[in-house]
């Protein structure tokens, strides 16, 4: 196709072929069937029919309890919402205190360093100014007495130093287990503009003073027991207290923001975020530290806690799905390709011999047309074959023992011969076809397709003796030819030419049929010449020997001999043909 601007107003669409079968037709509906359920339950489970948003929240928390603990260092405390909650631990979370140590009465001073850090002979092992990471401390350079039998280096501290290194054990504040934390939690998103917290709009006061969370009979209160939690997030509270840890509670919004099916509610859960085995890290749990301080007889002096307590993070995730047509349109686009997949497999079916192995060999033939460039295919037809040969162009090698790529089963043509031989009956009065002088259509229709056949009539094929004929000559009237495309005979073994016939001056060079198909393309014309003559008898041979199309649309080509022969009869005026060329 030559290129332009027309070539782009230019619609093309695939060739289908419909094959007539029950099973077949029976297989594709119920495939399609099952796709089409397929993409349904996907629709509808996923709701792909809906436009999401993502949510944008706030957190606040509110813990309540009271606890009484047995401290050695400081007597009998009453621990309250400030002393064990008192201390943030960042955005969306809060710190619950469960177990404490106690250095009480420390003052700035010079005190020994604490085992194993620090540890000396004589003041030489310590370094005046020195501290590092693991130091309660800076040394003063003076290597001091710690107990009996060790001696560490002196430091410029709050003394005594803290000197007490695992917690005790059960944790003294796991009362903690009864206190309760109310979170508050605010939503929204943005794209919908959609507001909603945890507290419902139907709880009233009255319910939540009385409400516990609950996840089979309360799931929606936001008052949590924190033993409950924890066990929610499958630990004990009594072994969790002692070192500390870290607690997720996890508020998922998965929202309907649809009129008919609108829902938008909370849904809780809980795990622990932090590695809970002491034997597999370094630094198990979470402690803190603060001091209080107070001032007696002028020096100022404070009272270290290092508290041990479970954080809990609060973390919140969620989306909300509306209906969008636009969403929907483009899942059904989408999911259309999958219905390909029937096609694919009755193909693959088919193509294989699970089906049937007829049925793929007509099927193949239908569907797959193998077309290859023109200019380098050629059709060969030998009167002593029944199939025509498919060649490809070769530069080396002559046509006569060229192999074929494919051959094909010559298709009756004989509408336009038989008229043709009517005309010829009637204006000269010769019947070369038939026994008794006498013609009908059925016994031209049986000369025609046997002759093609080459099949031996019972009118005798003519000899013409052979001269100087070259060596690829099966019939002995061929000429030679320098081109390689006309060294072709109408013979593929020895045996008689082709124009010896009768059938072929008939049809081929008889004056009044070239006329009269000459005059069925131009009704008006008024005298023919022999060049017009020779080339309506060359379209006279092909349409008797190949049919009106060739296999594959390849060239047809003439044989030698019939060239020469027809040449005899309408002879060029100054001698000089084109030979074959390609069309």
Known sequence: MACGLLNLCVYETNKLVKIKSVKLGTLKW??????????????????????????????????????????????????????????????????????????????????????????????????????????????????????????????????????????????????????????????????????????????????????????????????????????????????????????????????????????????????????????????????????????????????????????????????????????LIIYIGSTLSYYALTTVFIDWLIGTNCYSRKANHNYSEKKFESVQDQKYLLCVSFVDEEQLRVVKKSRNIGLQETKPLSQHQWKDNLVGMRALLGVLQREQNINPLIHNGQCNEFKADRALSTEHSGLVTDTPLLEIPSSRCPDWCQCGCCHSSTSIHEQLCCRKSKGRCIITSPLFPALVLTRSILEIALLYVAPLAEQHEDDQLRQQAYAQYIKWRFGDFTPMDAVPVIPSCCVWRIREQYPSPDGKYSGFRFC
Request: hydrophobic share 35%; net charge positive.
């Open 30 to 327: 119920t495939l399609n069937g099952v796709v089409l359920l397929f993409i349904c339950f996907m629709m509808l489970w996923n709701k792909e029919y809906q436009e999401y948003d993502f949510v944008a929240s706030s957190v606040t928390t509110k813990v309540k309890g009271v606890a009484h603990t047995n401290i050695p260092e400081i007597g009998e405390v009453v621990w309250d919402v400030v002393d064990y909650s008192g201390l943030s631990q960042g955005k969306n979370s809060f710190f619950v205190a469960t177990n404490i140590i106690v250095t009480k009465n420390q003052k700035q001073g010079k005190c020994p360093e604490v085992a194993p850090w620090g540890l000396c002979q004589t003041d030489k092992d310590c370094k005046k100014g020195f501290s590092d990471q693991q130091s309660h401390g800076i040394q003063t350079g003076s290597c001091v007495k710690l107990d009996i039998l060790r001696k560490t280096c002196e430091v410029s501290a709050w003394c005594p130093v803290e000197n007490r290194k695992s917690p005790p054990r059960p944790a003294l504040l796991a009362s903690a287990e009864n206190f309760t934390v109310l979170v508050k939690n605010n939503i929204r998103f943005p794209s919908f503009n959609y507001i909603r917290r945890n507290i419902l709009p139907e709880m009233k006061d009255t319910d939540l003073k009385g409400c516990l969370y609950n996840r089979y009979t309360n799931p929606y209160c936001p008052i949590f027991r924190l033993g409950d939690i924890v066990h929610e997030a499958k630990e004990r509270f009594s072994d969790m207290a002692v070192e500390g840890g870290v607690i997720g509670i996890q508020i998922n919004w998965n929202c309907d923001l649809n009129r008919f099916f609108h829902s938008c509610l909370p849904k809780y859960s809980f795990r622990r975020l932090d590695e809970k085995e002491s034997n597999r890290t370094l630094y198990p749990g979470l402690n803190i530290r603060f001091a209080r301080y107070s001032t007696i007889n002028g020096v100022e002096q404070r009272t270290l806690f290092k508290v041990y307590g479970i954080r809990f993070d609060v973390m919140v995730f969620g989306k909300a799905g509306k209906f969008s047509i636009i969403q």
